[in-house]
């Protein structure tokens, strides 16, 4: 079955600085859609990015991210951290064949001043 | 804006009792999930409906029932609540295709003593 791989627990980073969370995935679709979902604290999550299209970069609210199907990852990156960006963050595969999201265990990111 | 719902937002309940919480969705779609948030904040699927039929029914214990009657309704009932229930339940309604995204409610916590 699918399954995902996130930088494990908190990453914590002072402001300014970049951001890059890592995720990697495995799934038995040939053409899978790959989610990031940002939850802030006492918030549901929500969606911030998604792609479904090899080596084509993504990006919204600053954040950018690149599906690359040769070494299955969709790793999360932000060029300036910002106290807002405080969040957890889920990466999820999917695919048009499948009706669920495989969430990942969640990055804590936390941005210091 | 709000356009999943989810009632109660909280609910204290002892071992045994019975609870039921219900969500609501305005978008018009056709899919509807609901989620169990622990305490390490995994996100896991417990069902998936679409338009009111259920399409995937992880392996959660018998004593979680879900219902809907209508496509923009899902309700779920746990019959003797259990210690290790005690988390955020989070409802989520999907619009599929070039906009495949999921739209969480605010969830309901439940604390079980």
């Known amino acids: 079955g699918d399954s995902v791989t996130q930088t494990e627990g908190l990453v914590t980073l002072t402001e300014g600085l970049p951001v890059m969370l890592n995720c990697t995935y495995q799934?038995?679709?040939?053409?899978?859609?790959l989610f990031w979902y940002v939850q802030h604290l006492n918030e549901s999550p929500r969606l911030l990015l998604k792609?479904?299209?090899?080596?084509k970069r993504t990006e919204h609210q600053g954040f950018h991210a690149t599906l690359h199907k040769s070494s299955s990852s969709f790793h999360l990156q932000k060029s300036s951290a910002q106290l807002s960006d405080s969040a957890l963050y889920y990466c999820?595969?999917?695919?048009?064949?499948?009706?669920?999201?495989?969430f990942g265990s969640g990055t804590q990111l936390t941005v210091m001043p | 804006e709000t356009a999943v719902f989810q009632t109660p937002n909280y609910h204290v309940t002892q071992v045994g009792n019975e609870v039921s919480f219900n969500c609501k969705q305005t978008l018009g779609h056709d899919t509807m999930y609901w989620y169990k948030q622990d305490s390490k904040k995994l996100l896991k699927i417990m069902f998936s409906y679409n338009n009111k039929q259920l399409i995937v029914n992880e392996t959660v214990p018998r004593r979680f029932s879900p219902q809907s009657s209508d496509k923009a309704h899902l309700n779920l009932r746990i019959k003797s609540v259990e210690p290790e229930d005690s988390a955020v339940y989070l409802c989520?309604?999907?619009?599929?295709?070039?906009?495949?995204?999921?739209?969480f409610g605010p969830g309901t916590r439940l604390l079980v003593l």
């Open positions: 792609s479904f299209t090899d080596n």
């Open positions: 799934t038995i679709y040939s053409n899978p859609f």
């Open positions: 999820a595969p999917s695919s048009s064949g499948s009706w669920q999201l495989i």
């Open positions: 989520a309604s999907r619009v599929w295709g070039s906009q495949d995204t999921q739209y």
